[in-house]
């Protein structure tokens, strides 16, 4: 039996977490553990853990970065040695780059979750020491196969390191969560709605969204916007649908006014699905992503889809016969969704003129809700595709990936 620890900053509820903790139930036949910076725990999991050490942030400046580098390092060297583990998977570009400085006997396969060339954490620092230490490990795993082309393209990285495995989705546990009652809430869904679920940082296009959604209002006056999230720009997004006179209401401070509202906050949500299977439309404006693996449980909801087509992952969900690294430039319609041109940084945010953008936004969102049938064809095709991301399936690529023989080299590359 096989001894692995997945390696994490924490086991909250991001995409890395219910990744990692899922495997955990999945890997039956291996013994599984975990090694976290920090004792924070969220989500079931199956194993042991080792609590590292504080993921508190450096000070500013490479010397505050490199001090929590060396210390880190220090940490996890002595750790290991305790260990005895076979295989240590990592999570996110720090633990992959303290796992490759810090190996030993056992095999190292490094988890990419973004497209690492235009992830705001990785600093001009990150990405050398990226550059130099990703391809020590035994094998990469990438979420989609544009964030591995990214690794190849910008960092040097072998094609034959490279593994493409997606993130698995539990179907079985989102369809039993969305039909939990929802009736303190009923006010919210008395008219049509669009819902987004994500963290409320910089780089998820909640302000695009919020300008698109006025423009909205003016042909819809009933039509609600629910946000499912928290984060550390909330109370700025907050300001600014107040400022385009929208009515917010943001459930962590007690406000309940959902019949009034324009918007409605919903804060982190333990079960999110039972609100999004309430809606009409799912909309995703991110600006860059590794896999979202809302976009999957969206579809799992039975809720239409339309995405940014940002680097990296809404492609291959929505449009899987097309090529990766093509990129829309006006709206393209398919099977599993709708994907529109994606905000980058050059997209300033206009407050009184609407972008060609954000009038692309406004007149796919108008479309599909008053399509019934483009909805519901939508939603009939996205179930079809959901068999690709289920644990077992996930799972056993995954292994395929933890059997290879390293030692010769010779991988068994995921297409």
Request: aromatic fraction near 12%; hydrophobic fraction near 40%; glycine fraction near 4%.
């Amino acid at each position: 039996m096989k001894k692995i620890y997945f390696f994490l900053p924490t086991l909250g509820t991001g995409g890395a977490e219910k990744v990692a903790t899922q495997l955990s139930f999945f890997f039956k036949n291996e013994d599984t553990n975990f090694i976290l910076l920090e004792n924070k725990i969220e989500l079931p999991y199956r194993g042991d853990i080792e609590v590292l050490g504080s993921n508190k942030p450096s000070k500013r400046g490479i010397i505050g970065k490199l001090k929590k580098l060396v210390n880190l390092y220090t940490r996890l060297k002595f750790l290991k040695i305790s260990l005895n583990a076979d295989v240590i998977i990592s999570f996110m570009s720090l633990q992959n780059i303290l796992n490759v400085m810090t190996k030993k006997n056992e095999k190292i396969i490094l988890s990419v979750r973004s497209f690492e060339s235009l992830a705001r954490g990785n600093t001009y620092f990150y990405k050398i020491l990226i550059k130099f230490f990703y391809k020590k490990a035994d094998a990469i795993v990438a979420v989609s196969k544009y964030a591995a082309q990214d690794l190849i393209d910008n960092f040097g990285i072998k094609k034959e390191m490279i593994h493409v495995i997606y993130n698995p989705i539990n179907l079985k546990s989102i369809e039993k969560k969305r039909e939990e009652d929802i009736s303190a809430y009923q006010d919210i869904f008395q008219s049509e709605t669009i819902v987004y679920v994500a963290t409320l940082k910089i780089g998820k296009g909640h302000d695009y969204l919020i300008k698109i959604f006025r423009e909205l209002k003016k042909k819809n006056d009933t039509l609600k916007l629910i946000l499912i999230g928290n984060g550390p720009l909330k109370n700025t997004w907050i300001k600014l649908a107040k400022s385009f006179n929208l009515e917010v209401c943001n459930i962590e401070i007690g406000d309940k006014n959902f019949k009034n509202s324009d918007i409605v906050f919903l804060g982190h949500q333990e079960n999110p699905y039972k609100f999004v299977t309430q809606c009409s439309v799912f909309v995703f404006p991110s600006m860059w992503e590794g896999f979202p693996n809302v976009l999957i449980e969206a579809m799992a909801c039975k809720v239409p889809i339309i995405s940014s087509d940002c680097p990296s992952g809404p492609r291959e969900i929505i449009a899987p016969d097309t090529n990766f690294s093509k990129k829309a430039t006006k709206i393209e319609y398919y099977d599993n969704g709708i994907l529109i041109p994606y905000f980058d940084k050059s997209d300033l945010l206009d407050r009184d003129k609407l972008s060609n953008k954000e009038q692309l936004w406004v007149f796919a969102i108008e479309k599909l809700l008053n399509n019934s049938k483009m909805r519901n064809d939508i939603v009939m095709n996205a179930l079809k595709s959901l068999e690709n991301y289920t644990p077992e399936y996930i799972t056993n690529e995954w292994q395929k990936v933890i059997l290879s023989n390293y030692k010769q080299k010779k991988y068994h590359v995921i297409q």
